[in-house]
Nanobody, 113 residues
Framework: QVQLVESGGGSVQAGGSLKLSCTAS????????MDWFRQGPGKGREWVSS?????????GYVDSVKGRFSISRDNAKDTMYLQMNSLKTEDTAVYYC?????WGQGTEVTDSS
């Protein structure tokens, strides 16, 4: 079964950093454009950022994370990343990766402040 698995979430104080990973199994996502989404408590799912199959950031970032988050990928490892710095309370959410119509189950990021 094709899977995307997110990892790296956790509880972190405001101002801290986390690096999320999204790893593919049983399928190569090398040729897929990929995205990060998030869903905060009581909120709808929100697009965060996109990256092309060649590693180009396609459409930037949602305004609320610009200058703080960075998307990247390592196609040799079939893995995508989201480096999150200067985290804020409002970044609390379940973060999902998606590519080629597949979605992961999400990894949770919470504010421990």
């Amino acid at each position: 079964q094709v899977q995307l698995v997110e990892s790296g979430g956790g509880s972190v104080q405001a101002g801290g950093s986390l690096k999320l990973s999204c790893t593919a199994s049983r399928y190569t996502f090398t040729n897929c454009d990929m995205d990060w989404f998030r869903q905060g408590p009581g909120k709808g799912r929100e697009w965060v950022s996109s990256i092309s199959s060649g590693g180009i950031v396609i459409t930037g970032y949602v305004d609320s994370v610009k200058g703080r988050f960075s998307i990247s990928r390592d196609n040799a490892k079939d893995t995508m990343y989201l480096q999150m710095n200067s985290l804020k309370t409002e970044d609390t959410a379940v973060y999902y990766c998606t590519g080629c119509d597949y979605w992961g189950q999400g990894t949770e990021v919470t504010d421990s402040s």
